[in-house]
């Protein structure tokens, strides 16, 4: 044979192995057709070769090497979104990066809660449980777990609930739930407002308390500095609070008129027995009442207020019991 064939020959089966390769690559880059339809879950954290090795092990692909291959060539640098898509597995694999990096998933049944600020405790578990339907049962159980607490670097429930309007996926864990409520109470009481919380003679937890307070007693926010200078000053001068609001947390409820005979309840909640703070939060403060206690208005030195009773929320404040007593003699 000469050399004129043997070179025709090697020419003819390059060229066959090169299209039998051409045909295979097609072949390989062909979806496999079958018509079926899957949710598939991009995990958070994958790269594009966790998600190729998954995609074949799906059959949503016949190569997870060609995966790689079109996602370098078209998507070199993409950042692939984590979520739950719908794939068919007649699909191009272009047509799924794409999904992949513009976040095409799966919308989820969502639901929404809003917790006002000066719920006590067991008023915002109420509310999560009737708004996402979680048992009220394993919220209380998941409020006494000093585990969780620990995790979550809280001594209580009570106070932490930072009132908000949140939405939740509806399989979103109990635990994940409360974890991002309370959660997003620390991005408010942040490094800086704990330092100036300090600046001030309390730490963050005692904080959370004279907040629980003033929010239950101020109803106008032009007023919450104020009112948290009054507790603050008497705090300072060893003078009891005498707080309304942590009677009514004593009792139980709250009373549009308090009795003499309620002021004298034996509760460690009961202010005007009591010196200093009480033991824990009485509410969940809200972002003005958190930040009123971290700058309070003390240059006046009050020491007294009492509601003006027009229905403004407004209140009369006073330096001395003379004072105080002449501004109750006002509004009756």
């Known amino acids: 044979m000469n050399k004129r064939k043997v070179f025709l020959y090697g020419l003819i089966l390059l060229l066959a192995v090169s299209f039998a390769g051409l045909i295979y690559f097609r072949i390989l880059e062909t979806p496999p057709g079958r018509g079926v339809t899957v949710e598939f879950s991009l995990h958070r954290g994958w790269g594009v070769r966790d998600a190729a090795q998954a995609l074949e092990g799906e059959n949503l692909v016949r190569s997870k090497w060609m995966v790689l291959l079109h996602y370098r060539r078209s998507f070199s640098g993409a950042a692939l979104l984590a979520g739950t898509y719908s794939l068919n597995d007649t699909m191009e694999i272009d047509s799924m990066l794409t999904m992949f990096a513009s976040g095409e998933v799966i919308p989820v049944p969502t639901s929404w809660v809003t917790l006002p600020p000066g719920l006590r405790m067991e008023q915002s578990l109420s509310v999560i449980s009737d708004s996402l339907g979680?048992?009220?049962?394993?919220?209380?159980?998941?409020?006494?777990?000093?585990?969780?607490?620990?995790?979550?670097?809280?001594?209580?429930?009570?106070?932490?609930?930072?009132?908000?309007?949140?939405?939740?996926?509806?399989?979103?864990?109990?635990?994940?739930?409360?974890?991002?409520?309370?959660?997003?109470?620390?991005?408010?009481?942040?490094?800086?407002?704990?330092?100036?919380?300090?600046?001030?003679?309390?730490?963050?937890?005692?904080?959370?308390?004279?907040?629980?307070?003033?929010?239950?007693?101020?109803?106008?926010?032009?007023?919450?500095?104020?009112?948290?200078?009054?507790?603050?000053?008497?705090?300072?001068?060893?003078?009891?609070?005498?707080?309304?609001?942590?009677?009514?947390?004593?009792?139980?409820?709250?009373?549009?008129?308090?009795?003499?005979?309620?002021?004298?309840?034996?509760?460690?909640?009961?202010?005007?027995?009591?010196?200093?703070?009480?033991?824990?939060?009485?509410?969940?403060?809200?972002?003005?009442?958190?930040?009123?206690?971290?700058?309070?208005?003390?240059?006046?030195?009050?020491?007294?207020f009492v509601s003006r009773g027009d229905g403004s929320g407004q209140h009369l404040f006073a330096v001395t019991a003379a004072g105080h007593a002449s501004n109750i003699r006002s509004v009756r």
């Open 134 to 304: 979680i048992p009220l049962e394993e919220l209380q159980a998941l409020s006494r777990e000093i585990e969780f607490l620990d995790a979550m670097g809280i001594p209580c429930f009570e106070g932490y609930l930072f009132p908000e309007t949140y939405e939740f996926a509806d399989s979103t864990p109990v635990f994940s739930v409360i974890d991002r409520i309370v959660r997003t109470g620390f991005e408010v009481m942040d490094v800086d407002w704990e330092a100036r919380c300090s600046a001030v003679g309390l730490t963050p937890f005692q904080a959370v308390i004279l907040a629980s307070i003033v929010e239950r007693e101020a109803a106008s926010d032009a007023e919450r500095d104020m009112v948290a200078g009054v507790f603050i000053n008497r705090l300072r001068i060893g003078m009891k609070l005498e707080s309304c609001a942590t009677v009514q947390y004593a009792l139980g409820e709250v009373k549009d008129v308090l009795l003499f005979s309620d002021l004298e309840i034996e509760s460690p909640y009961n202010t005007y027995r009591n010196e200093g703070l009480p033991p824990a939060p009485i509410c969940s403060p809200g972002v003005a009442s958190l930040e009123a206690v971290a700058n309070p208005d003390t240059t006046d030195g009050y020491l007294f």
